[in-house]
């Protein structure tokens, strides 16, 4: 039997040589003087492809496995991770815990926060997405996607194209629960084309993924949409013209565009940041932090999503977690330790890039509900501003909540109509005064298309967010006009 056909515990209790009840029994000892806890096994599986200058410039395959073992008390935490599976790796890892554990007072084991409940169904496949198909297959969809992006277009100078896969199995063994298992796939199409008239030459992107196979990706009336959206950005920005700078009216378009409510807002709802008073959202649970009508929610729960989990990195099962409702704070996204020491629940937040880091309160798919307000009415609305439709790298200070973003796509606007694409655009401002100016929000609330990836403190994990059309009055804009 093959590495990628088997459950999680064949993996880590077969053959990796470990037994399931020593290893139970041996978790209970090593966190016996702990307030909480676990230790985390891991065993992925991953590969890329990469194709550029009309041919394939790279592929990869590459396995990675170990543990993590985690000792919580009070706020101090021991963790030791190696990539080793066996007991003696284990009972090193145990030793190095100690100065933590006797070093802190703290509850014993006996009076831990409540275990984690049952997680529930699965919300995604189990099987191995790079199982399905053959490494020739995947190669061809790169030739067929660079070959159509060039046909389409007799101004296409560059075409890059990527494809990822993972299946990564995971078990989390605590003192105060049985063994918990989560197999998790993802897998992810990005397409680049750059475009040029003379010298001027400009970039289009479009990507897509999400907890699934490459089944979807395969058929061509799918990675064809994506090819078109890519040329049809790229060759909009042709044709752009340098953005104005100053204080408008901004009106931001679906989905992706979520990402400034990600990055602007959503941090700032972190458990760690606003248990220790580092966020612009501390203390203010109860309080109007946003306009009537925007509720921004965070949940894992959302079927084949690139940022949905069956269960969280700790064995807490993810939740739908409304943080904002109508414009008022009603939460934050916890893990078990700040959720233990803020004196609230857990919320299933708890995430960590690998079996080498630790878990810390980390977003899943976050994204505002839709509104009344159909997106062409939003936009007529708008007598001088612009609109824009996607977004590149960004900044955000967490204390003060200031954000600076930049457009990849973005539109002026003229007496309510779209007018010439722009280029250098940046949007600036904090995320609470900007959540208190949006003045209309749109019916028309999408998901992105699986293609975020977060980082905070040096970990990276994948994300979705989401929103619906919105005005948004007063923001500043950056230009070069």
Known sequence: ???????????????????????????????????????????????????????????SFDTSHGFGLRAVKGEAVGFAHATELSMPALTRASGSLSPVLSGHSGTALNNWASAPSAK?????????????????????????I?????????????????????????????????????????????????????????????????????????APENWQAQVQNALKQAVTNLDSIPAPAGEMDVVLGPGWPGIL????????????????KTSAFSDRIGERVASPGVTVI????????????TMDDEGTPTSETVLIEDGILKGYMQDRLNARLMGMEPTGNGRRESFSCQPMPRMTNTYM???????????????????????????????????????TEAFEIKDGKLGAPLKGATLIGT?????????????????DEGIGTCGKAGQGVPVGVGQPSLRIDGLTVGGTA
Request: charged residues 25%; proline residues 3%.
């Open 1 to 59: 039997m093959s590495d990628m056909s088997q459950t999680p515990q064949q993996l880590f209790f077969n053959q990796a040589g470990l037994d399931l009840d020593q290893t139970h029994r041996f978790t209970e000892q090593a966190l016996a003087a702990a307030e909480d806890g676990e230790l985390f096994l891991e065993y992925t599986l991953s590969e890329a492809f990469s194709f550029d200058d009309n041919r394939l410039k790279a592929a």
């Open 120 to 144: 529930g169904a699965p919300l995604y496949m189990a099987d191995n997405p790079l199982d399905g198909a053959e490494f020739t297959d995947k190669v061809k969809l790169l030739e067929e």
């Open 146 to 218: 660079n070959a159509y992006a060039r046909a389409k277009d007799n101004r296409v100078r560059q075409v890059s194209v990527s494809l990822a896969g993972e299946w990564q199995a995971v078990c989390i063994v605590r003192p105060d629960t049985g063994p918990l298992y989560d197999v998790r796939p993802l897998v992810r199409l990005d397409v680049s084309v750059v475009v040029g008239e003379g010298e001027r030459q400009e970039t289009g992107h479009s990507g897509r993924g999400g907890r699934a196979n490459y089944a979807q990706w395969l």
């Open 261 to 276: 409510l990600h990055e602007a807002v959503g941090h700032g709802l972190e458990g760690d940041f606003n248990r220790k």
């Open 298 to 309: 965070d949940d894992g729960t959302l079927a084949d999503r690139r940022g949905s989990l």
């Open 369 to 407: 509900l839709g509104g009344t307000h159909e997106p062409e009415e939003i936009l007529s609305s708008v007598k001088n501003g612009i609109y824009a439709t996607s977004f590149g790298g960004g900044q955000v200070d967490i204390t003060s909540g200031k954000f600076v973003f930049s457009c």
């Open 431 to 447: 995320g609470p005064e900007s959540m208190q100016r949006i003045s209309m929000i749109g019916n028309d609330m999408q998901l």
